[in-house]
Nanobody, 126 residues
Framework: QVHLVESGGGLVQTGGSLRLSCAGS????????MAWFRQAPGKEREFVAA????????YYADSVKGRFASSRDIAKNTVYLQMNSLKPEDTAVYYC???????????????????WGQGTQVTVSS
């Protein structure tokens, strides 16, 4: 069974930075796509970023491109989301997700992912 545990959320001022971590266990992720989604109050969960474990290719939503960066540490079975130049509209619960079956078109869809973490709150004050 795959378990994903996020950490690193918190309260930060506009323009600040945070780094989220997602520690995976239960299997190796060499064939997986790891993604970050977020859900703000009253809104649907939305795709933020993804990284293909094998090779490290990354994908980003337009709203975070140039400000967020995803990476992975193979030895630690952990993916990261470095968030810079944070804005109040980035405030949300951030979730880590994983899937072994994906296409470039499907990666932005919640339904493409089999495994989810519990989420970590990110609050950006103005």
């Amino acid at each position: 069974q795959v378990h994903l545990v996020e950490s690193g959320g918190g309260l930060v001022q506009t323009g600040g930075s945070l780094r989220l971590s997602c520690a995976g266990s239960g299997r190796t992720f060499s064939r997986y796509l790891m993604a970050w989604f977020r859900q703000a109050p009253g809104k649907e969960r939305e795709f933020v970023a993804a990284i293909i474990w094998s090779g490290g290719r990354q994908y980003y939503a337009d709203s975070v491109k140039g400000r967020f960066a995803s990476s992975r540490d193979i030895a630690k079975n952990t993916v990261y989301l470095q968030m810079n130049s944070l804005k109040p509209e980035d405030t949300a619960v951030y979730y880590c997700a994983a899937t072994a079956a994906f296409t470039i078109e499907s990666m932005i869809k919640m339904t493409s992912y089999e495994y989810w973490g519990q989420g970590t709150q990110v609050t950006v004050s103005s």
